[in-house]
């Protein structure tokens, strides 16, 4: 990033003026249905694949932010701000249990809903160590709140940080009279994460990645939700021209609507013109962002390689004899063993998922998947990460 630019963006106070100013002459964008279900369809999570009656999640978003020391705000919260995205805070470990879901839209043959009973896996959570986030994050990740207004909802980023494969971000949505804009429980948090609510009028979204929202329901009141966004990066799994490497910043691209989406989803219009015709406000804003964090590759003599960072890591099939088409399927267990013996058991199918988003690729040069931690760690101390019975070192 040009040094004088970062001067005079990142160290100096701008007025409210020059904020509201700050998007003047950016082209304003609409993302066709099509792109979004094509998006949808190829990002495909492990545990959530089964349970298709829960409705898509477009991932949350942000605005642009200006960088602060992260380690100073971190501090001021007694630790509260990495413990909140990678550690315990707010969290509470979830034995593995049964849930019944109705399948969306079936009915037997005595016209009752159709039900199935999933076993969901157990999810542990650990105290995150400021020191060891302040080794790992330093000059990685950004911190200083701004914020910014999407319809009647505001939306404000406290961090982002990103590693060429994943990206997360924290950030807080409030609304007068209640945010309305997602739907989101304990069980959602458990599963693919908040959802847009269809009976309100306005979607956002980054434009680089998609994942998971998990809802801080401790911290959450009605009418202020604090958010943890765990996203795959798009470019590191998606392989099309129009998904490029974040370099100096990530897209929040949004639309602010006529009416409610599903008011617009019954006009007869929309089934023939799409959502176009009942957009009244739609932006890109690029979001300034810091260096990608470091990662380390390790190898096998079987094939294939995980390339592991602080928040994230990636398996590349290729070499390991797997078919693209069921390489994230034959994924039974993932863990990463640390040169003192300890273990982190990040993946056990159907056991346990100690993630913060899991997801596969059928894509013919990064068929894998792609996994965002629900903890840092430090790549320096692993001794070896194993998919399956191979090893890689």
């Not at 290729?318 to 994230?328: E, H, L, M, P, Q």
């Amino acid at each position: 990033m040009d040094h004088k630019f970062e001067n005079d963006i990142f160290e100096r106070d701008i007025s409210i003026e020059e904020f509201d100013h700050i998007t003047d002459g950016v082209e304003d964008h609409v993302f066709s249905k099509e792109y979004l279900a094509r998006k949808e369809s190829i990002m495909k999570t492990s545990t959530i694949a089964k349970i298709s009656s829960l409705r898509i999640k477009v991932a949350a978003a942000a605005c642009a932010f200006v960088v602060a020391s992260p380690f100073v705000a971190n501090a001021a919260m007694d630790g509260a701000l990495f413990n909140s995205i990678w550690g315990d805070e707010g969290k509470t470990d979830v034995t593995s249990h049964v849930e019944t879901f109705v399948e969306d839209g079936k009915i037997d043959d005595k016209g009752n809903l159709v039900t199935n009973k999933y076993t969901l896996p157990k999810i542990e959570y650990t105290k995150q160590d400021p020191e060891l986030a302040g080794k790992l994050l330093s000059g990685k990740i950004s911190t200083k709140p701004v914020s910014a207004q999407i319809g009647d909802t505001k939306i404000t980023i406290e961090s982002v940080v990103r590693d060429g494969m994943g990206i997360v971000a924290s950030y807080t949505l409030e609304r007068a009279g209640g945010v309305n804009c997602f739907n989101y429980s304990q069980l959602d948090n458990e599963l693919k994460g908040a959802w847009f609510n269809e009976d309100q009028n306005i979607l956002f979204g980054f434009k680089e990645g998609g994942g998971k929202t998990w809802v801080d329901l401790a911290k959450s009141t009605k009418d202020k939700l604090y958010c943890y966004e765990y996203m795959a990066d798009d470019s590191a799994i998606l392989d099309y021209e129009q998904f490029k490497p974040v370099t100096d910043h990530i897209t929040l691209w949004y639309n602010v609507y006529t009416d409610t989406r599903a008011n617009i989803f019954k006009d007869e219009q929309y089934q023939t013109k799409g959502e176009a015709p009942f957009i009244k406000e739609s932006k890109e804003i690029k979001i300034p962002v810091l260096d990608k964090l470091e990662s380390r590759t390790f190898k096998s003599d079987k094939g294939g390689s995980v390339k592991a960072s602080a928040i994230a890591m990636q398996w590349l099939a290729d070499g390991t004899g797997a078919d693209k088409y069921d390489a994230f399927d034959s994924v039974k267990t993932i863990k990463i063993k640390y040169n003192d013996g300890k273990e982190y058991v990040v993946f056990s199918k159907d056991k346990v998922d100690n993630t913060g988003f899991l997801c596969g690729s059928q894509e013919e040069k990064t068929a894998g998947f792609i996994a965002i931690f629900n903890r840092l760690v430090d790549t320096e101390n692993v001794e070896s990460i194993s998919i399956n019975d191979i090893v890689y070192k």
